[in-house]
């Protein structure tokens, strides 16, 4: 019963590396999203996937890519990382792209960008 | 554009009721919903709205007003592990049907 797992959990870069975070879900849900949290400013949608081979941007997709080449994992692409990309990321999935579906989120990573 | 606003700090005693606001601007209003967050941990769902009214699970209600573009979540019976930060997030037709998170309220229960 694991749910939303990410990994790691938390991470250091230097400025100019790049870098994957993991995503994975085990509820077969077909909608999958990765949203950034900065202090008092809640949660930003990143990049957004309603299923297998279909990704879309969100709010904030600028120095990021996705793929979603399973149901099951939704992996985050950092190109070439910026202080400015220092966060905490989540990655959250539902049913369905619904407006009733409940999100489940994972525990988080905790980038930090020198 | 999307705006969402609540209260940056609520403060409330242990055993009492407390509400927090959320105000929305949007015209493409698809549901409102609620999430707690631990410091440190993941949001939680807690509650969604798409039809005016209130919705009850357990200790804690959600309602909703569409045409005042206006909810509350409402915490009874406080509990020291009620403090977290509580999220007011809008599905929004003109944002891709995505969620919109507002920038969350801080609750701080008091024994």
């Known amino acids: 019963n694991a749910g939303v797992t990410q990994t790691p959990k938390f991470q250091v870069l230097k400025t100019g590396q790049s870098m994957t975070l993991q995503c994975a879900q085990d509820?077969?849900?077909?909608?999958m999203s990765w949203y950034r949290q900065d202090p008092g400013m809640g949660l930003r949608l990143i990049h957004y996937?309603?299923?297998?081979?279909?990704?879309d941007q969100g709010e904030v997709p600028n120095g990021y890519n996705v793929s979603r080449s399973t149901t099951e994992d939704f992996p985050l692409r950092l190109l070439s990382a910026a202080p400015s990309q220092t966060s905490v990321y989540f990655c959250?999935?539902?049913?369905?792209?619904?407006?009733?579906?409940?999100?489940?989120f994972g525990d988080g990573t905790r980038l930090s960008i020198l | 554009g999307q705006s969402l606003e609540q209260p940056s700090e609520v403060t409330a005693v242990e055993g009492a009721i407390v509400q927090i606001n959320c105000t929305y601007q949007?015209?493409?209003?698809?549901?409102l919903s609620w999430y707690q967050q631990h410091d440190g941990g993941a949001p939680t769902f807690l509650s969604y709205n798409g039809l005016d009214g209130l919705e009850e699970t357990g200790r804690f209600s959600s309602f909703l007003s569409r045409s005042d573009s206006y909810g509350y979540l409402l915490l009874q019976e406080l509990q020291m592990k009620d403090s977290a930060s509580y999220f007011c997030?809008?599905?929004?037709?003109?944002?891709?049907?995505?969620?919109?998170f507002g920038p969350g309220t801080r609750l701080s229960v008091l024994p």
């Open positions: 959250a999935s539902s049913l369905r792209r619904g407006a009733n579906q409940p999100q489940h």
């Open positions: 509820m077969n849900h077909e909608y």
């Open positions: 997030a809008v599905r929004d037709r003109n944002y891709g049907q995505n969620f919109v």
């Open positions: 949007t015209s493409g209003f698809y549901g």
């Open positions: 996937s309603v299923g297998a081979g279909i990704t």
